[in-house]
């Protein structure tokens, strides 16, 4: 089978690696390079646990080939943020408890981040297409579009809302 | 996960890409791959060779001819049509489908012209095609040609291409940019889902205004227009949309599957042909 040498940024950093053609986007981040942030779900692009940005898009990597990805920039959950320097949506979904099992946090907060870079103010109908490719099967949804809306407000620069003042 | 064993080539040329197909027959052109890849997965196709068609230059713009009409490469995301200023201008209807295909992270990657190749019977793009008179062009190792979107669909996953056929462009007629109307599409959750029903009533307030399209989705072997449907609008306006509901609801072939049964797709058709017309009668008032 062939093999291909393919050289691209993963979270700023350049890797030239030799791939075969039938290997995923996902298994090269997480087999090769050892990124385990995306995770595999369906492996058919329904659930949405595989999203990572490329070239800024998000995209299912489940559906990609690495060897497509030659000359891309990949971002993956472990580019945004990490436990010393949480990005806002991270500290979003913490904050909203957004987060039960975690399998598909960080599909969630990179489907958040794509739409809230294209769109910073978005409605909450925004959010919710926005978040339509990606299932939970914990949280029943309300606690993570409430976190995006918080991030949202944070990353404009406004006061970030506490959950408990949405209540009643 | 491995996918099963396969080659794989990124052709910088349609010529070269159907070259590629001629040396290698059982090869398989690559555009987003989201249902290429996943059939691959679940067995159900094991081409040796995907041809990447990602890499050619002409096949990833959107671009309007000297006489106005417009083209839309085949390795044009969804998501890029969507947001096209002039598609959203002209053709708004197409891309208020191409948005109902899958969740944003698919359409970034999934074309429109994967969606009308893969010939699903419910390819949202595919009613809009329908109504606006698009017209493909296909290159492939006997040469060009032309084939009009009304002929391109002969069955459930079956198109009129012929083998090592590959659709280059969907072209739109500057003529078609006075479509308005409606697409309504019933599916058991708003992302994601296919559509169980899918209904598209238009109306011209450009070239030929007062004409109407009523096309159809999810509900017949193949996407399909239903002309005495539009007619009789044409002729009547939405005073015959009962009329015009009844005479979809015949037109319609629906089958009982896991997202409806062919009772409810049939009574849904008559119910959205309805609304559609009167939607349109709003738009105008």
Redesign the interface.
Known sequence: MTEHTITLRVNGLEESRTVPSNQTLLSFLRDTLDLTGAKEGCGEGECGSCIVLVDDKPVNSCLMLAVEADGCSVTTIEGIGDASRLHPLQSAFLAHTAVQCGFCTPGMILAGLALLRENPSPTEAEIRSALSGNLCRCTGYRQIIDAVLAAAAAMRGEAARAPEEKTG | ??????????ARTVEEAVSRWGESPGAAYLAG??DL??QM?IGKRAPRL?I?I?RIDDLSAIRERTNGDLSIGAAVPL?AIAEHPIVRERYPLLAECCTRV?????R??ATMIGNICNASPAADTAVALLALDAEAAACGPSGSRAIRIADFFTGPGETSLLPGELVTEVVLPLAASGWRGAYFRLSR????DLATVGVLVARSNGEDPGRHRVALASVAPTPLRVPEAEACLDRNGAAAAPRAAEIAREACRPITDLRGTAAYRREMVGVLVRRGAAALDRRTK
């Open positions: 996960m491995l996918l099963s064993r396969f080659e794989y080539a990124a791959g989201t890849l996943t997965r995907l990447d990602k998501a899958g969740a944003r992270p698919l970034s990657r959750r708003r992302g994601m």
